[in-house]
């Protein structure tokens, strides 16, 4: 009997293992998970080979044999010799400039994954498309799947350090490796429209002065490298801009910031009386930490939109002296979740050495008029007051704030803290969507201080007389 039993149970697994290995004869049609795989924008290396040509991220197909037997099927692109693609099906890699792969074994009923990369040629033209069909031939039946790359030639900039004054230009992108820096009493000035695109890590250092001169139309944009559909919201593709102790008069106007770590951070006193940072019309989001960070700075907001950053839209540490009117501070995305900290957060807490003693204390003064601070958290704003430090002067009137701790406070009538709405909905056109603009019946309306000689709003749209609170005038 156990003889018997034996022998069913060879003959079982020798009958599975017979059916893996018989390959069906007949043309077959295979199954795929699209029919085109599309890398988006990349950046070619047209005018420099000091980089390794630059490649896209890893896109996957997924390849299905439908029948009950096995196949073998025989891959290779139609026509790829400028080797604008490579592929790798489950761990062999393509070969020749066709990329071929012969008598890949596709299991009955089972899938292979097909892993492709777009490479870009440094002697293409400024800006162009390829597609590429990739072709599978089982048994005589050839299907195809496109491959479909668009690509930019950029300027490429790799530790560049700026020691003239230089001008930035809309002709083409800018792509930055690793960091670039901007030298004492050196101006580097970015005008409309110019691209900028910052691969892992990278960081703009400015230890003279930054000039982004940007418009509503036709504003300046730094983001990420990666224009793939699925990194359009993702944050921390890049370090931000860092402006450095030494640099001064920096003024960003039109600019949309996205994608970093820190969208902007600002390091101590200018050396002379001016703002060291003046900021207007722009836009920051999407920040994995802050997007404007300050440390002792003195800094100007007009009419700017900072939102959806993982801990802060605003911290000013360690003192410091901050103007800002009619600016939108708003902590509701996707990339908020989990956040314990106030978005918008002050401190006047004195620099300390490691052992905790007193090295030096930096005056903290602020000027809040117009703003809407607004987020998912119970308190949205944080005073954070230290014995040791030394606050001179504040000034918080007629902004919408969302606070519990500190109601009472904003809501007094006196000459310093007048006129502001606490914990009144400032009823956003579609938060889900990131639009902050306001709708119809928001408290907002009328709401702002009307003597701030600013008569425009981040669209450039003329202020209602009173003025709407927050970026954005309403309609």
Same mark, same amino acid.
């Given at each position: 009997?156990?003889?018997v039993?034996?022998?069913?149970?060879?003959?079982?697994?020798?009958?599975?293992?017979?059916?893996?290995?018989v390959?069906?004869?007949?043309?077959?049609?295979?199954?795929?998970?699209?029919d085109?795989v599309?890398?988006?924008?990349?950046f070619s290396?047209?005018?420099?080979n000091?980089?390794?040509?630059p490649?896209?991220?890893t896109?996957?197909?997924?390849?299905?044999n439908p029948n009950?037997?096995?196949?073998k099927?025989?891959i290779e692109?139609?026509?790829?010799?400028?080797?604008?693609?490579?592929?790798?099906?489950?761990?062999?890699?393509?070969?020749?400039?066709?990329?071929?792969?012969?008598?890949?074994e596709i299991r009955?009923?089972?899938?292979?994954?097909?892993f492709?990369?777009?490479y870009?040629?440094?002697?293409?033209?400024?800006e162009?498309?390829v597609?590429?069909?990739?072709?599978?031939?089982?048994n005589?039946?050839?299907q195809?799947?496109?491959?479909?790359?668009?690509?930019?030639?950029?300027?490429?900039?790799k530790?560049e350090?700026?020691?003239?004054?230089?001008t930035w230009?809309?002709?083409?992108?800018?792509?930055?490796?690793?960091d670039?820096?901007?030298?004492?009493?050196v101006?580097l000035t970015?005008?409309?429209?110019v691209?900028?695109?910052?691969?892992?890590?990278?960081t703009?250092?400015v230890?003279?002065t930054?000039?982004?001169?940007?418009?509503?139309d036709?504003?300046?944009?730094?983001?990420?490298?990666?224009?793939?559909d699925?990194y359009k919201e993702?944050?921390?593709?890049? @370090?931000?801009?860092?402006? !450095?102790?030494?640099?001064i008069?920096?003024?960003?106007? +039109? #600019? /949309?910031? *996205?994608?970093?770590?820190?969208?902007?951070?600002v390091d101590s006193?200018a050396?002379?009386?001016?703002p060291?940072?003046?900021?207007?019309?722009?836009?920051?989001?999407?920040?994995g930490?802050?997007?404007?960070l300050?440390y002792?700075?003195?800094?100007k907001?007009?009419?700017n939109?900072?939102?959806?950053c993982?801990?802060y839209?605003?911290?000013?540490?360690?003192?410091?002296?901050y103007?800002f009117?009619?600016?939108t501070?708003?902590?509701?995305?996707?990339g908020?979740?989990?956040?314990? @900290?106030?978005?918008?957060? !002050?401190?006047?807490?004195?620099?300390?050495?490691?052992? +905790? #003693? /007193?090295? *030096?204390v930096?005056?903290?003064?602020y000027?809040?008029r117009?703003?809407?601070?607004?987020?998912?958290?119970d308190?949205e704003?944080?005073f954070?007051r230290d014995?040791?430090?030394?606050?001179?002067s504040?000034?918080?009137?007629?902004?919408n704030?969302?606070?519990?701790?500190?109601?009472?406070?904003?809501?007094?009538?006196?000459t310093?803290?007048?006129f502001?709405?606490?914990?009144?909905?400032?009823?956003?056109v579609d938060?889900?969507?990131?639009?902050?603009?306001?709708?119809?019946?928001?408290?907002?309306?009328?709401?702002?201080?009307?003597?701030?000689?600013?008569?425009?709003?981040?669209?450039n749209?003329s202020?209602?007389?009173?003025?709407?609170?927050?970026?954005?005038e309403?309609?």
């Amino acid at each position: 009997m156990r003889y018997v039993l034996l022998l069913i149970v060879v003959s079982f697994i020798m009958g599975s293992c017979r059916k893996d290995e018989v390959f069906t004869s007949a043309p077959v049609t295979l199954n795929f998970s699209t029919d085109t795989v599309d890398f988006d924008t990349i950046f070619s290396l047209k005018d420099t080979n000091s980089l390794t040509t630059p490649k896209s991220i890893t896109l996957r197909l997924i390849v299905s044999n439908p029948n009950d037997n096995a196949v073998k099927t025989n891959i290779e692109l139609e026509g790829n010799l400028l080797s604008i693609f490579k592929i790798n099906a489950d761990g062999i890699p393509g070969s020749g400039n066709l990329q071929q792969i012969e008598n890949l074994e596709i299991r009955g009923k089972d899938s292979v994954y097909i892993f492709i990369q777009s490479y870009i040629k440094p002697d293409l033209v400024d800006e162009f498309s390829v597609a590429e069909n990739l072709i599978f031939n089982t048994n005589g039946n050839k299907q195809s799947v496109v491959l479909l790359s668009y690509a930019l030639n950029a300027n490429y900039y790799k530790e560049e350090t700026f020691t003239k004054n230089t001008t930035w230009s809309d002709a083409k992108p800018y792509v930055i490796y690793d960091d670039i820096l901007v030298e004492k009493g050196v101006t580097l000035t970015i005008n409309p429209g110019v691209k900028i695109y910052n691969h892992n890590n990278s960081t703009i250092y400015v230890a003279g002065t930054l000039l982004i001169d940007g418009t509503v139309d036709n504003p300046v944009v730094l983001q990420g490298d990666r224009l793939d559909d699925a990194y359009k919201e993702v944050p921390n593709q890049w @370090n931000g801009i860092r402006i !450095l102790q030494t640099s001064i008069n920096n003024k960003i106007n +039109g #600019a /949309i910031i *996205k994608n970093g770590f820190v969208g902007i951070r600002v390091d101590s006193l200018a050396s002379n009386a001016n703002p060291k940072l003046t900021l207007t019309q722009t836009k920051i989001f999407d920040m994995g930490a802050v997007g404007l960070l300050s440390y002792s700075a003195y800094i100007k907001a007009e009419n700017n939109l900072i939102s959806d950053c993982g801990q802060y839209a605003f911290f000013g540490d360690l003192g410091g002296r901050y103007d800002f009117t009619f600016n939108t501070f708003v902590a509701l995305g996707g990339g908020t979740t989990g956040r314990q @900290n106030a978005t918008f957060t !002050l401190t006047n807490r004195p620099y300390r050495n490691e052992a +905790g #003693a /007193i090295v *030096k204390v930096f005056p903290l003064s602020y000027n809040l008029r117009n703003n809407i601070i607004w987020g998912s958290n119970d308190d949205e704003i944080n005073f954070v007051r230290d014995v040791d430090g030394n606050t001179i002067s504040s000034n918080v009137k007629n902004n919408n704030i969302k606070s519990v701790l500190f109601r009472d406070e904003l809501i007094q009538k006196n000459t310093t803290i007048d006129f502001n709405q606490v914990n009144f909905d400032p009823i956003f056109v579609d938060a889900n969507k990131k639009n902050y603009k306001l709708k119809g019946g928001s408290p907002c309306t009328g709401a702002g201080e009307i003597n701030t000689g600013i008569n425009i709003d981040l669209e450039n749209k003329s202020r209602n007389n009173p003025p709407a609170i927050g970026c954005y005038e309403i309609n």
